[in-house]
């Protein structure tokens, strides 16, 4: 058991009225022990729906097949009750938006003691105590709050007891679905703080779901690229960075707006997403994409394993050590 | 809080006089009064006119409205003209047996409505879901007195296993009255018979009263839970392993309660006036019936008395609602 989750051929359906919508399609990845994975794309490009489905939380008209392993046991297939068993306390998961996340007409404390109780129903409620108060100590919030209601925090306060409700049984992996989002810059960096501290100090597995690449570059260890529900590029975050292969990884790097440049001109990826309905012919990128060739329009590119990482693109077709060169500063 | 309630009890005392204004006047403006009501149109002239002298009719209405007005504030809503005995002593024997039959109705409509509702939203889209608004569409739609005809044929006359009208089989009274209510007097005289024989005898009306009133319930609770359902702190919840039974209950219809919890107070209220319908179909002794029956004979105290009784019902019950809100919802602070 090398890896503590592993996805292999994941789709995941969603299934209405007028049409299917396919928000993931065909995602493979996997994540070692102690490793934080960021999952980074556009909004509507189906990073959300594999952070439901890490849980197996979805919506009831979701459709999933692939196979998601969880050290080394496949949650797809697992049946409801011992996945129940998992949530909260082996995978956790914080979400967006933390004025909402918190069920409003119930004590803080009472929301910890149920987590727990679900998980140990029979523990006393002196111990429930402690261990609700060691771990808003160590998030930085009083204990004394545990009496308080939601609507008592403010934003920034509510998300950090959201992780703390998500971590106070101490999980192996926690998936954290854009928990900085709906939050102002200066609480988001204290966020990102603390859960950087529970990377290094709880040696937890962390998937950060996000759309912000530039925050999360400090604390994850790989990095995913996803674009209308493929994964595009997968990777250490480090030679992403520095040498990102994928056209759609290269326009994202060159979109994050950087003040100390001259040219204040905003550059941005012309264009739209596709629709998840009717997605484009072949590679779904290739109208966005500025090295769009023949190929790109009838075949949907499979995935090339070029200098240790993963691309989904016809350029590196053939190419081992993705010694194929594109010109970054031209497609700004 | 004490603010709150005493701003409410204040700023209800307008309105319960308005109200009495309005009846005062609608019952005057009406053909018809009392004493033709009762002495028929072809009654000598002398007799009509001692009567209304008798009953006060025979002064100016402004004057009638300032005694009315004037007793009223003493706590004295008059005699009856049919039976002269006090308004205030007639409703007391009344009231009672409404409060017993709303009792009955609205729990049976509650656990209709929050169960039925629930399952539907929590299966929503599945046969339990389709089920539930069929149920709620048909009842709805259903008048009252037919159903209540129809299970007094089933029941009644068919199986002959229930009583079809009235509070209690002859001689099955209880010994004692503490409360007004059959159940809870034949409870405390520890008469187990009387108890059987009154809970018999509520059956058939609280049933139809209960589902027919349970039909706007079953549609609200669905779609309120329908949403909470669907809202972040379930998915939240569902993301912690807390049984889906639990994210059900405790999460979801919680929070979908508190409005409800509005509607069905001031149904508990609306019912408290008299289930006129119902308490007719099945002869219950209740404040409904007696209004019908005194409005026949033009009974102007008792009608406005019942009335302002009413009122009074509402309010007290939808400051009571206010409070059991704030209760239940910790961001309400009045």
Same mark, same amino acid.
């Given at each position: 058991?090398?890896?503590?989750? /592993?996805? %292999?051929?994941?789709?995941?359906?969603?299934?209405?009225?007028?049409?299917?919508?396919?928000?993931?399609?065909?995602?493979?990845?996997?994540?070692?022990?102690?490793?934080?994975?960021?999952?980074?794309?556009?909004?509507?490009?189906?990073?959300? &729906?594999?952070?439901?489905?890490?849980?197996?939380? !979805?919506?009831?008209?979701?459709?999933?097949?692939?196979?998601?392993?969880?050290?080394?046991?496949?949650?797809?297939? #697992?049946?409801?009750?011992?996945?129940?068993?998992?949530?909260?306390?082996?995978?956790?998961?914080?979400?967006?938006?933390?004025?909402?996340?918190?069920?409003?007409?119930?004590?803080?404390?009472?929301?910890?003691?149920?987590?727990?109780?679900?998980?140990?129903?029979?523990?006393?409620?002196?111990?429930?105590?402690?261990?609700?108060?060691?771990?808003?100590?160590?998030?930085?919030?009083?204990?004394?709050?545990?009496?308080?209601?939601?609507?008592?925090?403010?934003?920034? #306060?509510?998300?950090?007891?959201?992780?703390?409700?998500?971590?106070?049984?101490?999980?192996?992996?926690?998936?954290?679905?854009?928990?900085?989002?709906?939050?102002?810059?200066?609480?988001?960096?204290?966020?990102?703080?603390?859960?950087?501290?529970?990377?290094?100090?709880?040696?937890?597995?962390?998937?950060?779901? &996000?759309?912000?690449?530039?925050?999360?570059?400090?604390?994850?260890?790989?990095?995913?690229?996803?674009?209308?529900?493929?994964?595009?590029?997968?990777?250490?975050?480090?030679?992403?960075?520095?040498?990102?292969?994928?056209?759609?990884?290269?326009?994202?790097?060159?979109?994050?707006?950087?003040?100390?440049?001259?040219?204040?001109?905003?550059?941005?990826?012309?264009?739209?997403?596709?629709?998840?309905?009717?997605?484009?012919?072949?590679? %779904?990128?290739?109208?966005?994409?500025?090295?769009?060739?023949?190929?790109?329009?009838?075949?949907?590119?499979?995935?090339?394993?070029?200098?240790?990482?993963?691309?989904?693109?016809?350029?590196?077709?053939?190419?081992?050590?993705?010694?194929?060169?594109?010109?970054?500063?031209?497609?700004? | 809080?004490?603010?709150?309630?005493?701003?409410?009890?204040?700023?209800?005392?307008?309105?319960?006089?308005?109200?009495?204004?309005?009846?005062?006047?609608?019952?005057?403006?009406?053909?018809?009064?009392?004493?033709?009501?009762?002495?028929?149109?072809? +009654?000598?002239?002398?007799?009509?006119?001692?009567?209304? +002298?008798?009953?006060?009719?025979?002064?100016?209405?402004?004057?009638?409205?300032?005694?009315?007005?004037?007793?009223?504030?003493?706590?004295?809503?008059?005699?009856?003209?049919?039976?002269?005995?006090?308004?205030?002593?007639?409703?007391?024997?009344?009231?009672?047996?409404?409060?017993?039959?709303?009792?009955?109705?609205?729990?049976?409509?509650?656990?209709?409505?929050?169960?039925?509702?629930? &399952?539907?939203?929590?299966?929503?889209?599945?046969?339990?879901?389709?089920?539930?608004?069929?149920?709620?569409?048909?009842?709805?739609?259903?008048?009252?007195?037919?159903?209540?005809?129809?299970?007094?044929?089933?029941?009644?006359?068919?199986? %002959?296993? !229930?009583?079809?009208?009235?509070?209690?089989?002859?001689?099955?009274?209880?010994?004692? #009255?503490?409360?007004?209510?059959?159940?809870?007097? +034949?409870?405390?005289?520890?008469?187990?018979?009387?108890?059987?024989?009154?809970?018999?005898?509520?059956?058939?009306?609280?049933?139809?009263?209960?589902?027919?009133?349970?039909?706007?319930?079953?549609?609200?609770?669905?779609?309120?839970?329908?949403?909470?359902?669907?809202?972040?702190?379930?998915?939240?919840?569902?993301?912690?392993?807390?049984?889906?039974?639990?994210?059900?209950?405790?999460?979801?219809?919680?929070?979908?309660?508190?409005?409800?919890?509005?509607? #069905?107070?001031?149904?508990? +209220?609306?019912?408290?006036?008299?289930?006129?319908?119902? /308490? &007719?179909?099945?002869?219950?002794?209740?404040?409904?019936?007696?209004?019908?029956?005194?409005?026949?004979?033009?009974?102007?105290?008792?009608?406005?008395?019942?009335?302002?009784?009413?009122?009074?019902?509402?309010?007290?019950?939808?400051?009571?609602?206010?409070?059991?809100?704030?209760?239940?919802?910790?961001?309400?602070?009045?």
């Amino acid at each position: 058991m090398s890896n503590i989750l /592993e996805a %292999k051929d994941l789709n995941v359906e969603y299934l209405t009225r007028d049409g299917n919508i396919k928000a993931v399609d065909g995602v493979s990845f996997s994540l070692g022990f102690h490793e934080t994975l960021g999952l980074v794309g556009e909004s509507g490009c189906g990073k959300s &729906t594999i952070g439901l489905s890490l849980l197996k939380i !979805l919506p009831i008209n979701a459709k999933v097949s692939g196979n998601i392993f969880y050290k080394d046991k496949d949650m797809v297939k #697992m049946p409801d009750n011992e996945i129940r068993s998992l949530r909260g306390k082996e995978i956790s998961m914080i979400f967006q938006d933390p004025m909402t996340s918190l069920d409003p007409i119930m004590r803080i404390k009472n929301q910890f003691f149920e987590t727990i109780r679900a998980h140990f129903p029979k523990m006393e409620e002196s111990e429930m105590v402690k261990i609700s108060s060691n771990v808003l100590k160590s998030i930085g919030i009083d204990p004394s709050r545990l009496e308080n209601y939601p609507f008592e925090f403010s934003g920034g #306060m509510r998300q950090r007891v959201m992780i703390a409700l998500a971590i106070v049984l101490n999980p192996s992996l926690l998936v954290a679905d854009e928990p900085t989002t709906s939050l102002d810059v200066v609480v988001q960096l204290q966020i990102m703080e603390v859960l950087k501290e529970l990377k290094d100090q709880k040696d937890m597995s962390m998937v950060l779901i &996000t759309h912000d690449l530039g925050l999360v570059a400090e604390i994850v260890d790989k990095v995913g690229i996803m674009y209308a529900g493929n994964l595009v590029e997968f990777g250490d975050v480090d030679s992403i960075y520095d040498d990102p292969l994928h056209p759609y990884t290269q326009l994202l790097l060159v979109s994050i707006p950087n003040v100390k440049l001259e040219d204040m001109k905003l550059k941005y990826i012309k264009g739209n997403l596709p629709s998840l309905k009717s997605p484009p012919q072949g590679c %779904k990128f290739h109208p966005r994409c500025p090295f769009a060739m023949d190929i790109c329009l009838k075949a949907d590119p499979p995935t090339f394993a070029v200098k240790g990482r993963k691309v989904k693109c016809w350029l590196y077709k053939g190419e081992k050590d993705g010694s194929r060169k594109t010109d970054t500063a031209s497609i700004g | 809080m004490k603010t709150y309630i005493l701003t409410r009890v204040i700023l209800s005392i307008p309105m319960i006089f308005i109200l009495l204004t309005i009846v005062f006047v609608v019952l005057r403006i009406l053909p018809g009064n009392p004493v033709t009501a009762m002495l028929g149109p072809k +009654a000598p002239p002398e007799v009509v006119k001692s009567m209304e +002298a008798q009953l006060g009719l025979d002064k100016p209405i402004i004057i009638q409205f300032g005694d009315y007005i004037a007793n009223i504030l003493r706590g004295n809503f008059g005699d009856s003209t049919v039976t002269t005995l006090p308004v205030i002593q007639e409703l007391e024997e009344r009231f009672p047996a409404t409060l017993e039959l709303t009792i009955f109705a609205m729990i049976i409509a509650v656990t209709i409505g929050i169960f039925f509702g629930s &399952t539907a939203a929590y299966r929503y889209g599945r046969p339990v879901d389709a089920i539930a608004r069929i149920y709620s569409i048909f009842v709805y739609s259903m008048p009252v007195f037919w159903l209540g005809i129809m299970l007094q044929l089933i029941f009644g006359v068919w199986l %002959k296993a !229930l009583p079809v009208s009235g509070r209690a089989s002859p001689f099955m009274t209880p010994d004692n #009255m503490y409360t007004g209510l059959y159940t809870i007097d +034949a409870i405390l005289n520890g008469q187990w018979n009387v108890l059987y024989d009154s809970l018999l005898h509520l059956v058939l009306p609280s049933v139809t009263l209960g589902v027919v009133i349970s039909s706007v319930f079953v549609r609200m609770v669905r779609s309120n839970v329908l949403l909470s359902l669907s809202s972040q702190y379930v998915i939240s919840a569902r993301s912690r392993g807390i049984k889906e039974s639990k994210v059900l209950y405790a999460h979801a219809l919680k929070n979908a309660m508190i409005p409800i919890l509005t509607i #069905m107070g001031l149904q508990f +209220a609306l019912l408290l006036g008299g289930a006129v319908l119902t /308490e &007719t179909t099945f002869s219950w002794p209740g404040i409904g019936s007696y209004l019908v029956e005194r409005i026949r004979y033009r009974d102007f105290p008792a009608i406005q008395g019942a009335v302002v009784f009413f009122a009074l019902f509402v309010v007290v019950v939808s400051i009571l609602i206010d409070i059991i809100n704030a209760w239940m919802d910790p961001r309400v602070r009045y």
